[in-house]
């Protein structure tokens, strides 16, 4: 088919790929003035933040919570309204419950005053010691503020022209070295060092600057969409149609052409082809690189530099249903195991299924009563897993097994007679993700964190041979699942706006 093109005189670009990211990214060219076409391959947006109906039940796939409204703010201030004028956000309270096999259990909480009663009461003599942490993270959020994230710098230059806020955020440590300098008491240093490996990083490989995820949630509090994040990615769409850009559903890339070093045009299945003057990937890299980039001498090189990398774990998750209401349950819930570092090193380094495990436990039936019927609930369980490459094992097998386990754990610790509750399940393992998403290694991370003075050489937002090419979205720097989508959106499309193309 002929390839379509922007109006004489105008700029021009194209996203691949409809998740959150993807999204915020369109619809920031769009309202920057660049025309904007959005490509997606399945039917429908949201990405890996989707929803699958189910005898009156919504399962929601995707994070959990946001915790950063400020960013939604932002991109529904560029159409003129507010996101709430399209979508209620709930606040969820506690922001964690976080429990451990013994029946012990510390609750995390946006206020002050809640946070430092769980503290006296949980592990009193870290106070003083969380409070300057708590502190510490603060200044680095204010420092970093677009960059959040383990890996927030994507050039030596870069990263050398930010040393003085470097040094106050102690950027030079883990995450997990931050927390141990703060506060002594294990269970506590779970508590504060979880949230990265949630955002697929190894709190002792994350850099300190991690440690700001813990001021965004505490200072701006954790949201949920009604109706759950693939809610959020309809509404998104709608508002960028709405500023002029153009939407192209169920249609994969197949192909992203070149001349010289710039991109010239992308190629769909169904032959349908566009030029542009810059285009933004939020696929997977791997895939970007080695599938639509294949035919490219940069992206065969690209490709197999990737095959050289790790890469972040996977997750295993277990969607499922329960008769009756659970108001015990808070919305977020952290299941710990008795192993906390020695687990994550089975996941991230020795590559094996541990026979204990950690669970990330949501029930946002809890704030969003929409998702089932009256009287019943929703949960979704989360299982940190090594990727496929490290851990290549038959999950058609597996899954049905696993599942069952996880099950069987969250009825011990919350439900007692669960089977009986049980109205449905079902299970996404790391090889649906390689499948459904082109997820390398079958994780939707992205590439395995690395320390700071190594991060800054890895995956640039904008290429260095072709021009024109970008990256954002959740497996792009500055890394840090949603979060870091969002801030990757902004400075993408700021750069493209400016003329850096």
């Given at each position: 088919?002929?390839?379509?093109?922007?109006?004489?005189?105008?700029?021009?670009?194209?996203?691949?790929?409809?998740?959150?990211?993807?999204?915020?990214?369109?619809?920031?060219?769009?309202?920057?003035?660049?025309?904007?076409?959005?490509?997606?391959?399945?039917?429908?947006?949201?990405?890996?933040?989707?929803?699958?109906?189910?005898?009156?039940?919504?399962?929601?796939?995707?994070?959990?919570?946001?915790?950063?409204?400020?960013?939604?703010?932002?991109?529904?201030?560029?159409?003129?309204?507010?996101?709430?004028?399209?979508?209620?956000?709930?606040?969820?309270?506690?922001?964690?419950?976080?429990?451990?096999?013994?029946?012990?259990?510390?609750?995390?909480?946006?206020?002050?005053?809640?946070?430092?009663?769980?503290?006296?009461?949980?592990?009193?003599?870290?106070?003083?010691?969380?409070?300057?942490?708590?502190?510490?993270?603060?200044?680095?959020?204010?420092?970093?503020?677009?960059?959040?994230?383990?890996?927030?710098?994507?050039?030596?230059?870069?990263?050398?022209?930010?040393?003085?806020?470097?040094?106050?955020?102690?950027?030079?440590?883990?995450?997990?070295?931050?927390?141990?300098?703060?506060?002594?008491?294990?269970?506590?240093?779970?508590?504060?060092?979880?949230?990265?490996?949630?955002?697929?990083?190894?709190?002792?490989?994350?850099?300190?600057?991690?440690?700001?995820?813990?001021?965004?949630?505490?200072?701006?509090?954790?949201?949920?969409?009604?109706?759950?994040?693939?809610?959020?990615?309809?509404?998104?769409?709608a508002r960028f149609e709405q500023l002029g850009g153009t939407v192209r559903l169920g249609d994969a890339v197949l192909r992203i052409h070149t001349l010289g070093n710039?991109?010239?045009?992308?190629?769909?299945?169904?032959?349908?082809?566009?030029?542009?003057?810059?285009?933004?990937?939020?696929?997977?890299?791997?895939?970007?690189?080695?599938?639509?980039?294949?035919?490219?001498?940069?992206?065969?090189?690209?490709?197999?530099?990737?095959?050289?990398?790790?890469?972040?774990?996977g997750l295993f998750t277990v969607h499922f249903a329960l008769e009756g209401t659970w108001p015990g349950i808070p919305h977020r819930m952290v299941l710990f195991g008795?192993?906390?570092?020695?687990?994550?090193?089975?996941?991230?380094?020795?590559?094996?299924?541990?026979?204990?495990?950690?669970?990330?436990?949501s029930h946002p039936s809890l704030t969003d009563p929409t998702l089932a019927p009256p009287g019943k609930s929703v949960f979704q369980a989360q299982v940190p897993v090594?990727?496929?490459?490290?851990?290549?094992?038959?999950?058609?097998?597996?899954?049905?097994?696993?599942?069952?386990?996880?099950?069987?754990?969250?009825?011990?610790?919350?439900?007692?007679?669960?089977?009986?509750?049980?109205?449905?399940?079902?299970?996404?393992?790391?090889?649906?993700?390689?499948?459904?998403?082109?997820?390398?290694?079958?994780?939707?991370?992205?590439?395995?964190?690395?320390?700071?003075?190594?991060?800054?050489?890895?995956?640039?937002?904008?290429?260095?041979?072709?021009?024109?090419?970008?990256?954002?979205?959740?497996?792009?720097?500055?890394?840090?699942?949603?979060?870091?989508?969002?801030?990757?959106?902004?400075?993408?499309?700021?750069?493209?706006?400016?003329?850096?193309?």
């Amino acid at each position: 088919m002929t390839a379509a093109a922007a109006p004489p005189g105008t700029r021009s670009a194209a996203v691949i790929g409809a998740g959150l990211g993807g999204l915020a990214t369109a619809m920031r060219l769009q309202a920057a003035g660049i025309d904007t076409v959005l490509i997606e391959a399945c039917e429908t947006p949201g990405g890996r933040a989707g929803a699958e109906q189910r005898d009156g039940f919504t399962f929601a796939s995707g994070p959990a919570a946001l915790s950063d409204r400020a960013m939604l703010d932002e991109l529904w201030a560029l159409a003129g309204t507010t996101v709430g004028h399209d979508v209620a956000l709930h606040p969820v309270s506690p922001l964690c419950r976080h429990s451990w096999p013994d029946g012990a259990t510390f609750d995390l909480h946006a206020d002050d005053a809640d946070t430092t009663r769980e503290i006296a009461r949980f592990a009193p003599r870290d106070l003083a010691g969380y409070e300057e942490f708590a502190r510490l993270a603060s200044a680095t959020l204010a420092d970093f503020r677009t960059r959040p994230g383990p890996e927030p710098f994507t050039s030596l230059r870069a990263m050398t022209g930010a040393l003085p806020q470097l040094g106050r955020a102690q950027a030079w440590r883990s995450l997990g070295s931050l927390v141990a300098a703060h506060v002594k008491d294990e269970r506590l240093r779970e508590v504060l060092a979880v949230p990265a490996l949630i955002d697929g990083a190894d709190p002792w490989a994350a850099s300190a600057l991690a440690a700001a995820e813990h001021a965004r949630m505490r200072g701006g509090g954790l949201w949920w969409p009604e109706g759950g994040f693939a809610a959020l990615a309809r509404a998104l769409l709608a508002r960028f149609e709405q500023l002029g850009g153009t939407v192209r559903l169920g249609d994969a890339v197949l192909r992203i052409h070149t001349l010289g070093n710039r991109v010239s045009e992308v190629e769909t299945q169904s032959g349908w082809r566009v030029r542009v003057g810059a285009l933004v990937s939020t696929a997977d890299r791997d895939h970007t690189w080695r599938d639509l980039l294949g035919g490219t001498p940069r992206g065969a090189d690209m490709a197999a530099r990737l095959r050289r990398r790790g890469h972040a774990p996977g997750l295993f998750t277990v969607h499922f249903a329960l008769e009756g209401t659970w108001p015990g349950i808070p919305h977020r819930m952290v299941l710990f195991g008795p192993r906390f570092r020695a687990l994550i090193e089975d996941i991230t380094v020795h590559g094996v299924l541990p026979q204990d495990q950690m669970i990330w436990l949501s029930h946002p039936s809890l704030t969003d009563p929409t998702l089932a019927p009256p009287g019943k609930s929703v949960f979704q369980a989360q299982v940190p897993v090594a990727n496929l490459a490290k851990l290549p094992i038959d999950w058609e097998a597996i899954g049905p097994l696993l599942e069952r386990r996880v099950v069987d754990e969250v009825g011990r610790r919350l439900v007692p007679d669960i089977h009986d509750r049980l109205i449905a399940s079902f299970h996404v393992t790391p090889r649906d993700l390689a499948l459904q998403f082109n997820a390398a290694r079958g994780t939707g991370y992205g590439l395995a964190v690395q320390p700071l003075w190594r991060g800054w050489a890895g995956h640039p937002l904008r290429d260095k041979v072709i021009g024109n090419l970008y990256f954002s979205g959740a497996a792009a720097a500055p890394g840090g699942g949603l979060p870091g989508a969002l801030a990757s959106a902004k400075i993408v499309a700021q750069a493209i706006a400016e003329g850096n193309e």
